[in-house]
């Protein structure tokens, strides 16, 4: 069932998503060549516990991590580790956070020092998919326009889309209805409403958009080892236009 959020409880969505928001930006000033996978993870959990909340993702269904750390040909659900980041990669870092019994949720790909044009690219391509379907996330609106909008952006350049990973409605929950696909056609699916709050993440691909779990149990990687970029912002659904809850603006996504 999906369910409006009330002015309080957007209020608590807030204030999950500012600390979500800010572990990003202290990640993405973190991230250089030679950190460790595992050291990013410490502090971010650090960070959140700081301000009060507690890391979403450790412990949910079982997930070891206080976040998700994709390198590479990682799409999504990376575990942290004491690998150390190389120049040139391309590294996705989620992040969730329960502060009050709400829920932030956003992602993030940044490269490792410089990075090809081809990554480059892919990283442009999952942020403006991203921004591609916000910008569609006006109340009358369907969620197959979301994904119709991911969609079209990110073929028309060249990349493809994962298909079997999709964005959610979010909440009390990390998961909450409605599934929010980042593949549609316009005009189906549910119809938007005010107060609703949704995750959209694309997550693409350079090549093949096939992807495998690692005999970890979690990491998913593309089954051609291409590379993958994984963006992710908590909205809400207002009588204008959405808001952005994480409080990472567009400008201030690498």
């Given at each position: 069932m999906i369910r409006a959020k009330s002015a309080e409880e957007l209020r608590g969505m807030r204030q999950a998503g500012a600390v979500v928001g800010d572990t990003l930006r202290l990640l993405r000033e973190m991230i250089a060549p030679g950190i460790r996978t595992r050291a990013l993870a410490k502090e971010a959990?650090?960070?959140?516990?700081?301000?009060?909340?507690?890391?979403t993702?450790?412990?949910?269904?079982?997930?070891?991590?206080?976040?998700?750390?994709?390198?590479?040909?990682?799409?999504?659900?990376?575990?942290?580790?004491?690998?150390?980041?190389?120049?040139?990669?391309?590294?996705?870092?989620?992040v969730g956070a329960t502060l009050n019994g709400y829920v932030g949720d956003s992602a993030?790909?940044?490269?490792?020092?410089?990075?090809?044009?081809?990554?480059?690219?892919?990283?442009?391509?999952?942020?403006?998919?991203?921004?591609?379907?916000?910008?569609?996330?006006?109340?009358?609106?369907?969620?197959?326009?979301?994904?119709?909008?991911?969609?079209?952006?990110?073929r028309a350049r060249g990349f493809d889309i994962v298909q079997s990973y999709c964005g959610h409605g979010?909440?009390?929950?990390?998961?909450?209805?409605?599934q929010v696909p980042n593949v549609g056609d316009v005009g189906t699916g549910p119809i938007l409403e005010p107060g609703w709050c949704l995750a959209i993440e694309p997550v693409i691909t350079a090549g093949s958009a096939q992807v495998i779990v690692e005999p970890d149990g979690w990491t998913v990687r593309t089954r051609d080892r291409s590379l993958a970029a994984h963006y992710e912002l908590?909205?809400?659904i207002t009588s204008a236009a959405p808001e952005i809850l994480s409080l990472t603006s567009r400008d201030e996504l690498p």
């Open positions: 959990e650090r960070f959140i516990r700081s301000r009060g909340a507690v890391p993702f450790k412990g949910y269904q079982g997930f070891p991590g206080a976040i998700c750390i994709s390198i590479n040909e990682e799409a999504v659900h990376g575990l942290p580790s004491w690998r150390k980041l190389r120049e040139g990669d391309v590294v996705s870092v989620d993030i790909t940044v490269g490792v020092g410089t990075i090809s044009a081809q990554a480059r690219a892919l990283i442009d391509a999952s942020r403006d998919g991203l921004h591609a379907a916000i910008d569609v996330a006006r109340p009358g609106a369907h969620v197959g326009d979301l994904g119709a909008a991911v969609e079209s952006l990110v979010i909440g009390h929950a990390l998961h909450e209805d409605p908590a909205i809400a």
